[in-house]
C-alpha cells in the first residue's frame, strides 16, 4: 500500500535562517506531489505541485522554493525564512485522476 | 479560479445529535472530495465523490454536481468527530489541483 510521511514533525526557526521540509511517498510511481500551507484561520493554499522530477510549478509568489529531486520525494526550501513564513505545512500526493492524499503536516514557528 | 464556499462555518453540536455540512461551488468539476482535519492536524479522506450519494458508517455524502453543491451528513454525531471539515474541487486537468474551502469546524460536546 501506498504512505506518505513527512519531516521534520515540528520546528522553530529564527527569522534569516534556512528552512528544509522532506517528504517521501512510498508504494507508487510517478505520483503526483504537492505542498500545502495552512495558516490561521483554517484555509489550505496551494504552495507548489509537480507532475513529474525536475518539474515543479508555483501557485504563489512568496520566499519558498520547491524540489523534486527524485520521483518519490518532494523538498520544500527556503534560503530566509520570514515570520509570514509561520504556519502549518501539508505534503500531498495523487495518481491521476484520483484522490488526493496528505501526510502528516509539518509545524512551522519563525520567531 | 473556481470558488468553493461551505457552510455553517462553526456548528456546535450535543452527542448524539445530526448535522449537515454544506459545499457549494463556482464552476463545474471532476472531482469532489470531503475530508477531516483531526484536532492532531491531520488530514483524513472521507469521501471521493464527484457526484452521486456515498455511505460510509455514520457519515454520507450526496453531490449534485449539476447543481454544483455537496452535503455531508453526520449522523448520531460523537465527540471524536470534532474538527475542522473540508470540501475540495478539482475542474479537471492532468496537474490536479485541488482548490479548498475554508471549511466548516465542528464542535461535539459530551
Redo the contacts between chains.
Keep these: 500500500s501506498q504512505t506518505i510521511h513527512q519531516w521534520p514533525a515540528t520546528l522553530v526557526q529564527p527569522v534569516g535562517s534556512p528552512l528544509s521540509l522532506e517528504c517521501t511517498v512510498e508504494g507508487t510511481s510517478n505520483p503526483n506531489l504537492y505542498w500545502y500551507r495552512q495558516a490561521a484561520g483554517r484555509g489550505l493554499q496551494l504552495l507548489f505541485y509537480s507532475v513529474g522530477i525536475g518539474q515543479i510549478s508555483s501557485e504563489v509568489p512568496q520566499n519558498l522554493s520547491a524540489s523534486r529531486p527524485q520521483d518519490r520525494q518532494f523538498i520544500l526550501s527556503s534560503k530566509k525564512l520570514l515570520l509570514s513564513d509561520s504556519g502549518f505545512y501539508l505534503c500531498a500526493w495523487s495518481p491521476l485522476g484520483n484522490t488526493i492524499y496528505f501526510g502528516e503536516g509539518s509545524w512551522l514557528t519563525v520567531v | 479560479g473556481i470558488q468553493v464556499e461551505q457552510s455553517p462555518p462553526d456548528l456546535i453540536l450535543q452527542e448524539g445529535a445530526n448535522s449537515t455540512l454544506r459545499c457549494n461551488f463556482s464552476d463545474s468539476v471532476?472531482?469532489l472530495?470531503w475530508?477531516h482535519q483531526n484536532p492532531w492536524?491531520?488530514?483524513i479522506?472521507l469521501f471521493?465523490i464527484p457526484s452521486g450519494t456515498k455511505q460510509n458508517g455514520r457519515l454520507s455524502a450526496t453531490t449534485v454536481a449539476t447543481e454544483r453543491y455537496s452535503l455531508l451528513y453526520i449522523s448520531s454525531s460523537q465527540t471524536t468527530d470534532s474538527g475542522?471539515y473540508?470540501c475540495?474541487v478539482h475542474r479537471g486537468g492532468?496537474?490536479?489541483?485541488?482548490?479548498?474551502g475554508?471549511?466548516t469546524?465542528l464542535t461535539v460536546n459530551p
Design positions: 471532476n472531482n472530495q475530508f492536524g491531520q488530514l479522506n471521493y475542522v473540508f475540495a492532468s496537474n490536479y489541483k485541488l482548490t479548498f475554508k471549511g469546524l
